[in-house]
C-alpha cells in the first residue's frame, strides 16, 4: 500500500490511509514504526490550529484520556506536533468499528453486556470528576477482542487538576439526540447527565430507533425537555422501568451513579433469563407476543378482514335461519368482542370501529377555501405594503393559509421566499439604530417563514442569514479592545436568535463577550489590531497587582524596521556589549555584527528607540504601550523549575544547545505559566526604571534586566541587573512591550 500524500509528517509514524473526519481533527491509520503496530493518529484540523480554544479542547481531550485507565476506555500512547505544527495524539487501531453500525436488537444478552461496559467505564470517569457529555453510538468502538471501548472525551469537562473548562457556561455542546435536558438547557452537569445519555443509547439499541426525534436540533432537545419518555414494545417490555428511570427529566429522579445502573441491569438479566412459563400461561404469553410483533398497520388490516369475512358468513347464513332474527347493535356483538379480545384490548377497539355505526345526525360540510383567492388577496396585500401585519390580513398569513391547503403550491412558496429582502433590510436598519428588540422580532419573522414554508435551504434565506451575520461583525468589528464590550453589549438579546440563525457567529460572539473575565481570571493571549501577540498577567489577589498584558516575545528585527521606515527614525550608536573594551565601531540594530533574520529580536536599540516604538505602537492600535517596570517583569520572568534558565551562548548545557551562536528566533527559549516566551536567554531587555537620581525631571539611564545569548548559565537570571545611558544600544540587549488594561473596560456586560 502507497503512504497517504500529506501536507505534512509525524515523527515516527507512517501514515497509512484516513480512518475518519470530524468537525475538528481527522483520524489517520499509521504504523508506529519503532515497534510496528498499527495506531490512530488523530490530528487536529489546518483550519483550526489558529483557534486558541479548540487547540485547548483537542490538548484537553489527551490529558483527559490519558488520566482514565479502564479497560473500556480508549487510552492514548503519545501526544505531539506535526511536522506542519498540527498537535495530534496516537492511540490504539480498533479495527471492529462502532456501535452505530450494528444492529443488536434481537440480542439482549449483548446489549446487557455492552451497557454493563459503559456504564463501569462511565462510573470510572465519573469517579475521577470527569463528565463525557457525549455518550452516543459513533463513540462506543470495539477493540480487535470485539470488546466495547468508550472513547472522544473531546468536550468532557473536568472538575480537577486544573484542567482547562473548554465550553464557556451558557453553551450547549454535544449531540442534540443524546443530550439530557439539563445539558439542552445549557445547566451545569454531574454524572447524572451522561447516565440519561446511556438510557438514550440503551432504548435506541433495544428498538432501533431514537426516543424523541424531530425535523431539526431544537425540535429534538425540546422534546428531551418537555415530551414523556416513549414506551418500549411489548417484547421488550422488561426494560421499560429501567428506561424511565434513565431517561428521566430531573436528575434527582435517575439512577444517581453507575452502581445504581449496574444493579438495575443485573435485575433485568435475572427476568430476561428467568425459565419460560409452563402450560396455557406459555401458550398465552407465545400468542400475545407473536401477535404483538406484528406491525401495527398490518395487524389491523389482517383483524379488519377477518372480521369482515365473519359478517358475510353470518348475512349467508340469515336466509337459512327460522324465525325471525334480531340484529345486534355494534357494541353488544359478543362474538367479535370476544374474538378481538383473544388478541388483546387495542385489537378489540380496531375491530369493533370496523363495524357499521348507526346512521347519525350529518354534520355541516367546512366552509370550502379557494386558494386562488387566497393568493390573490396575498398579492394584493403585498403590493400594498402589509407584508406581516395586521394581523391575519398579510401576505404572509395569507400565503401560509394556500400552504396549509397545497403544500406544495409553488406562487405561495416563492411569494414568501421574496419576503426575505424586506426582512433583511428591517434588520439591518434595526441593528444600524441600535434598537435591539425590532431587530430580534424581525429575525425571529425570518426563522419563523423559513421553517414553516421550508425555506431554510433557499438562496433567498442564505441572504438574509449573510445580511445579518455581516451586520453583526460590523459590530464586532468596532470593538478595538478586547477588554472594553460596550460595543457588542448591546447585542446580548440577540444571542438565543443567532444561535438558530448563525450558531457559528453566536459562538464567536458570546466568546466575544466571555474573554474579557477569561482572560483576567487565568490569563490568555490575545492582540490588538496592528499589534503583538499578548500574554495576560493576571492580578496578584495578595498584593494587589493590577492585571497587564506583556508581549509574548521581544520585538523581533522585522517589527522594529517596519517602525523605523514609517517614521524615519535613524539608528542609534551600539556597542557589543557593556563590557570595558567592547567595540561599537559602525554596529547598529540593521548590522549587530552578526546575521539576524526579521523573525531574531531586535538588537542595538536604545532606550530612546525602545519609549519611541511603544509611542509608536499605541497611536497604531490607540491603546497604552509602554515598557515594563522591573516589579512587572519580575513578576512575569519565573520559569517551570523543570525548565533550566540559559543563553543560546552555553554549550556546555544539553537543553541550551539551539544551534545558534548568537541570538535565535524569537519564541525558542521555554515560556513562562502565563505563556511568555524568551524572558531568559536570548537577550535582556530595557525597562521603565530609571537608574539613580533624576535631574531636572528627567532620567539619564535606565535599567536593564534578564540574560542574553552572551551570558552564561551560572548568571543568575532574576538577579542580573544591568543600567545604561539612554542613547546607547547593545548587540545584546532589546525590548519588549508592556500593554496596560483598563479596569473600567475589563467589567463584562450583564446578559
Not at 525597562?687 to 535631574?695: P, Y
Request: proline share 7%.
Amino acid at each position: 500500500m502507497t503512504n497517504l500524500k500529506l501536507p505534512f509528517e509525524i515523527q515516527g509514524y507512517r501514515i497509512v490511509r484516513r480512518l475518519g473526519l470530524g468537525g475538528m481533527a481527522t483520524v489517520y491509520l499509521a504504523i508506529q514504526r519503532s515497534l510496528g503496530r498499527p495506531v490512530a493518529v488523530k490530528v487536529l484540523a489546518t483550519d483550526h490550529t489558529q483557534s486558541e480554544e479548540l487547540v485547548k479542547r483537542f490538548e484537553h481531550e489527551a490529558r483527559t484520556i490519558a488520566r482514565l485507565d479502564h479497560p473500556h476506555i480508549v487510552n492514548i500512547f503519545d501526544v505531539g506536533r506535526t511536522s506542519s505544527g498540527q498537535i495530534y495524539y496516537t492511540m490504539p487501531y480498533l479495527p471492529n468499528g462502532d456501535l452505530a453500525t450494528r444492529n443488536l436488537r434481537e440480542d439482549q444478552a449483548r446489549i446487557l453486556d455492552i451497557m454493563r461496559a459503559l456504564a463501569d467505564a462511565l462510573g470510572y470517569a465519573h469517579e475521577h470528576g470527569i463528565v463525557h457529555r457525549d455518550v452516543k453510538p459513533e463513540n462506543v468502538l470495539f477493540d480487535k477482542l470485539d470488546r466495547p471501548m468508550l472513547a472522544d472525551f473531546g468536550i468532557a469537562l473536568s472538575d480537577s487538576l486544573h484542567m482547562p473548562r473548554v465550553t464557556r457556561e451558557g453553551a450547549t455542546i454535544g449531540s442534540s439526540g443524546y443530550m439530557s435536558p439539563e445539558q439542552a438547557r445549557s445547566q451545569p452537569l454531574d454524572g447524572r447527565s451522561d447516565i440519561y445519555s446511556l438510557g438514550v443509547l440503551c432504548y435506541e439499541l433495544l428498538t432501533g430507533e431514537m426516543p424523541f426525534r424531530g425535523p431539526d436540533t431544537l425540535s429534538v432537545a425540546l422534546a428531551h425537555i418537555e415530551k414523556p419518555v416513549p414506551r418500549l414494545p411489548q417484547l421488550r417490555r422488561v426494560w421499560q422501568p429501567f428506561i424511565d428511570k434513565a431517561l428521566a427529566k430531573r436528575p434527582e429522579v435517575r439512577y444517581q451513579d453507575a452502581e445504581e445502573v449496574l444493579a438495575a441491569l443485573d435485575a433485568i438479566e435475572a427476568r430476561v433469563n428467568a425459565p419460560p412459563a409452563q402450560g396455557p400461561t406459555k401458550w398465552w404469553n407465545n400468542l400475545v407476543e407473536r401477535t404483538v410483533a406484528i406491525p401495527r398497520r398490518t395487524r389491523a388490516l389482517a383483524i379488519g378482514l377477518l372480521i369482515t369475512i365473519a359478517l358475510a358468513g353470518l348475512v349467508a347464513l340469515l336466509p337459512h335461519v327460522p324465525g325471525p332474527v334480531a340484529v345486534t347493535p355494534r357494541a353488544e356483538v359478543p362474538a367479535v368482542r370476544e374474538a378481538a379480545s383473544i388478541v388483546s384490548p387495542a385489537a378489540a377497539d380496531a375491530a369493533a370501529s370496523s363495524l357499521p355505526s348507526p346512521a347519525a345526525p350529518a354534520e355541516p360540510p367546512p366552509p370550502v377555501v379557494d386558494p386562488e383567492r387566497l393568493l390573490a388577496e396575498a398579492k394584493d396585500a403585498a403590493a400594498k405594503g402589509r407584508l406581516f401585519a395586521p394581523k391575519n390580513d398579510n401576505a404572509a398569513d395569507r400565503y401560509l393559509a394556500v400552504l396549509h391547503i397545497d403544500p406544495h403550491r409553488k406562487e405561495a412558496i416563492a411569494g414568501l421566499d421574496a419576503m426575505f429582502e424586506p426582512l433583511g433590510e428591517r434588520t439591518h436598519e434595526a441593528i444600524a439604530a441600535a434598537d435591539i428588540a425590532a431587530a430580534g422580532a424581525t429575525i425571529d419573522r425570518a426563522l419563523s417563514l423559513a421553517d414553516e414554508a421550508a425555506l431554510r435551504k433557499s438562496k433567498l434565506f442564505a441572504a438574509y442569514k449573510t445580511s445579518v451575520h455581516e451586520d453583526i461583525e460590523h459590530v464586532r468589528n468596532q470593538v478595538r479592545d478586547p477588554f472594553d464590550v460596550r460595543a457588542i453589549a448591546p447585542l446580548v438579546p440577540l444571542l438565543p436568535r443567532l444561535e438558530k440563525l448563525d450558531h457559528d457567529q453566536a459562538r464567536a460572539l458570546k466568546a466575544d463577550l466571555d474573554r474579557p473575565s477569561v482572560l483576567l481570571g487565568r490569563g490568555g493571549r490575545f492582540h490588538d489590531r496592528g499589534g503583538p501577540e499578548l500574554a495576560v498577567v493576571p492580578s496578584d489577589t495578595n498584593d494587589g497587582d493590577r492585571p497587564y498584558a506583556l508581549g509574548t516575545t521581544d520585538i523581533t528585527r522585522g517589527a522594529f524596521a517596519q517602525f523605523a521606515n514609517s517614521t524615519g527614525r535613524a539608528p542609534s550608536r551600539c556597542r557589543e556589549s557593556q563590557r570595558l573594551f567592547a567595540r561599537s565601531k559602525d554596529l547598529s540594530w540593521r548590522d549587530p555584527g552578526f546575521a539576524q533574520d526579521d523573525d531574531h529580536p531586535v538588537v542595538c536599540v536604545s532606550w530612546n528607540d525602545a519609549y519611541a516604538y511603544a509611542d509608536w505602537l499605541s497611536q497604531r492600535t490607540g491603546q497604552h504601550y509602554r515598557l515594563p517596570t522591573q516589579q512587572e517583569w519580575l513578576r512575569a520572568a519565573p520559569i517551570s523549575a523543570s525548565a533550566p534558565a540559559c543563553g543560546s551562548g552555553n554549550f556546555n548545557n544539553d537543553y541550551c544547545k539551539d544551534g545558534f551562536e548568537h541570538t535565535a528566533p524569537v519564541g525558542h527559549f521555554p515560556a513562562t505559566r502565563y505563556g511568555l516566551s524568551d524572558m531568559v536567554g536570548n537577550v535582556g531587555v530595557w525597562t521603565s526604571d530609571c537608574a539613580g537620581v533624576r535631574e531636572s525631571g528627567n532620567c539619564r539611564e535606565h535599567v536593564i534586566r534578564g540574560l542574553s545569548w552572551h551570558d552564561d548559565r551560572d548568571s543568575g537570571y532574576l538577579q542580573r541587573e544591568e543600567t545604561s545611558g539612554n542613547d546607547i544600544g547593545y548587540a545584546t540587549t532589546g525590548f519588549r512591550v508592556l500593554r496596560e488594561i483598563s479596569a473600567d473596560n475589563a467589567r463584562p456586560p450583564k446578559s
